[in-house]
C-alpha cells in the first residue's frame, strides 16, 4: 500500500481551531418533543439536578439564582427558595417567572427553544386564572410502562394543566397523592426525584400490570369529556414547537362572536341561557373584553362539537359544520349560579360583639369567624370594620403570650443544661445545649441567647 505524504499546506494551517462553545450545565435533551406529552420545565430541571448527582435545592441557588432577578431568588435564602419551590407550577406558566427559568436554563444548557416546555407559546390568547394544577399529578401506567421498557421517566407538561384529569394513553385518571403517605406532592421539592413521592420515597408507578389493567375505566358521559379535553389540549401543545401558531387575543372574541351568528342568530342572552352563563360575562368575552378560562373554551367547543385548535385558529369550515348537542348542553353547566344571602347587619355585629366578649381558648381568627357565619371575609370586614381589627388583634394578643409563655420555657430548659453539662465536666456550648432542650430553634430568639451568656458567666465560662 502506498501511503501518500502530507502536503505542507495539510499540515500548516495558520487559523486556530474554532472549539465549540461549551455550556455550563449538561446538554440534556427534552422527551418528547413535538407530540401531546412533550416535557415540562419542571421535569426538565428535576432531570437536570439528577445528571449533575445534586439536589435541586443546590442547582436553584449556586446555578439560577445569579441570573434570575427576583430579588427573594437571588439571594439564596432558604425563604427564597421555599418561595420558589411553593410557585413551582407557575414554572410551567405563561408568566413572568416561566420566562426566567426559561432563559436561565437555556443559557445555562446551551439548549434553545425550551419555551416549548412551558405554556409561553399561548401566553397572547390563554387566560392564567385556573389555568394549572396547584400540585403534582401523574398517570401511574405512564411511569411504569416507561419504567418497564427502560425508557426516561419524566413528567409531560400536559399534566399541569388544572382541565386535564386523565390520561388519554390509559384512559385511566391521573392520580393526585401519594398512595403510600397520603400526600400531595409539590412539583419541586428540595428532594424531588422523577417517579418517586419526595416524602416517603415510594415509587408512583403501577405495581405490577394487575393493577394497571384494573385501573381502566368504561367510558361514561363524564370521563368522555374528560377524555375528549385531555385529547384536544394534547393536540393544542403538540403545536408548542411552532414559531407561529396565528392565533391572536381577539381570536377568541371572534370565534364566540361566530358561534352565536350561527346557533343562537346572534342572541348573546339566548346563548348564555343555553349555558347557564351569565349574560354579562358572555357580553365580555363577545367583545373581547376579558378571556374565558381555558376549561370555559373546552366546554364551549366539546358543546358544540369543535376542536380546540379549529376554534382558536377560526377554521371556516369547522364552524360552517356546527351542530349544538343537546344532551352536551344539558351535562355541562359552566357556573352554578347561587343566589346571594341577605346580610343582616346588626344581627353579624351582634355575632362578632359576641365572640369578642368570649373567653374561648384559643380565641378564633377571622378566617374561622367568617366561616362560622357564612360570609366572606372581606364582606364582613366593609361592614363591620372595627370588630374585625378587634377579634384579629385579640387572636394576635394570645399568640403573642403562648410565644412568650414558650420563650420563658425554654429559658428555663437551657438554665438546666448549663448545669447538668457543668456536672458532668462538659463545656456548656449553644450545640450541647441545644441537644438537651426540647426546642433547639428558639436560640433565635435573643431572650434566650442571654440566658445561656448569662448562665455560663455565673459558672465562670
Given at each position: ?230 385529547k384536544a389540549l394534547g393536540e393544542l401543545i403538540t403545536k408548542s414547537g411552532e414559531n407561529s401558531l396565528g392565533i391572536k387575543q381577539d381570536n377568541i372574541a371572534k370565534a364566540i362572536r361566530e358561534i352565536i351568528n350561527i346557533t343562537h342568530q346572534g342572541n348573546i342572552a339566548s346563548f348564555a341561557k343555553s349555558l347557564n352563563l351569565p349574560r354579562n360575562t358572555v357580553w365580555m368575552w363577545h367583545e373581547g373584553k376579558s378571556i374565558p378560562k381555558l376549561k370555559f373554551i373546552l366546554d364551549i367547543c366539546y358543546c358544540f362539537d369543535i376542536s380546540l385548535l379549529s376554534f382558536l385558529q377560526l377554521e371556516k369550515a369547522a364552524f360552517q359544520s356546527l351542530d349544538i348537542n343537546c344532551q352536551k348542553l344539558t351535562d355541562t353547566i359552566l357556573i352554578k349560579r347561587v343566589s346571594p344571602k341577605d346580610f343582616d347587619s346588626e344581627k353579624i355585629e351582634n355575632a362578632l360583639q359576641t365572640i369578642l366578649n368570649s373567653q374561648q ?101
Amino acid at each position: 500500500m502506498v501511503v501518500r505524504p502530507y502536503s505542507n499546506e495539510e499540515l500548516w494551517n495558520p487559523h486556530p481551531y474554532q472549539l465549540p462553545k461549551r455550556s455550563r450545565l449538561n446538554h440534556i435533551i427534552p422527551v418528547a418533543v413535538g407530540t401531546p406529552f412533550i416535557e415540562s420545565l419542571t421535569s426538565y430541571i428535576t432531570r437536570l439536578a439528577q445528571s449533575h448527582s445534586i439536589s435541586i435545592s443546590i442547582l436553584m441557588t449556586r446555578e439560577f439564582a445569579p441570573l434570575l432577578t427576583k430579588h427573594y431568588i437571588q439571594n439564596g435564602s432558604k425563604k427564597g427558595l421555599s418561595t420558589l419551590f411553593n410557585r413551582g407550577a407557575a414554572i410551567n406558566s405563561t408568566g413572568e417567572l416561566a420566562q426566567l427559568l426559561v432563559n436561565s436554563v437555556e443559557k445555562l444548557t446551551l439548549k434553545q427553544n425550551l419555551s416549548a416546555l412551558t405554556l409561553l407559546p399561548f401566553r397572547d390568547f390563554l387566560s392564567s386564572r385556573e389555568l394549572l394544577h396547584k400540585t403534582k399529578v401523574w398517570c401511574p401506567d405512564c411511569y411504569q410502562e416507561w419504567r418497564n421498557l427502560t425508557k426516561t421517566i419524566y413528567e409531560p407538561l400536559i399534566w399541569t394543566l388544572k382541565d386535564v384529569e386523565v390520561c388519554s394513553h390509559h384512559n385511566r385518571p391521573l392520580q393526585t397523592i401519594c398512595s403510600n403517605c397520603k400526600r400531595q406532592i409539590p412539583w419541586l421539592h428540595s428532594k424531588s426525584r422523577i417517579g418517586y413521592c419526595p416524602y416517603c420515597d415510594r415509587w408512583l408507578g403501577s405495581s405490577n400490570k394487575t393493577e394497571t389493567t384494573s385501573n381502566s375505566i368504561t367510558l361514561s358521559s363524564k370521563f368522555e369529556k374528560s377524555l375528549w379535553k385531555s385529547k384536544a389540549l394534547g393536540e393544542l401543545i403538540t403545536k408548542s414547537g411552532e414559531n407561529s401558531l396565528g392565533i391572536k387575543q381577539d381570536n377568541i372574541a371572534k370565534a364566540i362572536r361566530e358561534i352565536i351568528n350561527i346557533t343562537h342568530q346572534g342572541n348573546i342572552a339566548s346563548f348564555a341561557k343555553s349555558l347557564n352563563l351569565p349574560r354579562n360575562t358572555v357580553w365580555m368575552w363577545h367583545e373581547g373584553k376579558s378571556i374565558p378560562k381555558l376549561k370555559f373554551i373546552l366546554d364551549i367547543c366539546y358543546c358544540f362539537d369543535i376542536s380546540l385548535l379549529s376554534f382558536l385558529q377560526l377554521e371556516k369550515a369547522a364552524f360552517q359544520s356546527l351542530d349544538i348537542n343537546c344532551q352536551k348542553l344539558t351535562d355541562t353547566i359552566l357556573i352554578k349560579r347561587v343566589s346571594p344571602k341577605d346580610f343582616d347587619s346588626e344581627k353579624i355585629e351582634n355575632a362578632l360583639q359576641t365572640i369578642l366578649n368570649s373567653q374561648q381558648i384559643p380565641p378564633p381568627t377571622m378566617k374561622e369567624v367568617a366561616k362560622r357565619l357564612g360570609f366572606d371575609r372581606r364582606i364582613i370586614s366593609k361592614h363591620c370594620p372595627e370588630l374585625c381589627k378587634a377579634i384579629s388583634a385579640k387572636y394576635r394578643r394570645y399568640q403573642n403570650q403562648i410565644r412568650a409563655t414558650k420563650i420563658d420555657e425554654c429559658c428555663q430548659e437551657v438554665r438546666q443544661a448549663v448545669s447538668a453539662l457543668i456536672e458532668k465536666g462538659e463545656y456548656p456550648s449553644e450545640a450541647r445545649v441545644s441537644r438537651l432542650i426540647s426546642q433547639p430553634g428558639y436560640f433565635r430568639y435573643k431572650k434566650v441567647r442571654m440566658v445561656l451568656k448569662d448562665a455560663k458567666s455565673k459558672q465562670n465560662f
